[in-house]
């Protein structure tokens, strides 16, 4: 014969589950980057710093700020 579960009212209650403060996140980079919050950071401000630096290179020292006559004398 099968086991049957115990009816809900004969059963013991149970555990209440453990509450975390924080959630983990899931999937490689972000539980890496939660294991490792100092070094994360860092390598995002270095990444933005970078971003920002290569932007500011482009802008500066390309002519794109420079007048666009000698198209327009082509019209």
Aim: aromatic share 14%.
């Amino acid at each position: 014969m099968a086991k049957h579960a115990a009816p809900a009212h004969a059963r013991k209650p149970s555990a209440p589950a453990k509450e975390t403060s924080e959630a983990v996140p899931s999937g490689r980079i972000p539980s890496w980057a939660h294991e490792h919050p100092v070094v994360s950071t860092v390598l995002l401000a270095a990444s933005c710093f970078l971003a920002f630096a290569l932007i500011f290179i482009f802008v500066v020292f390309t002519d794109f700020g420079a007048s666009a006559d000698f198209i327009y004398n082509q019209f």
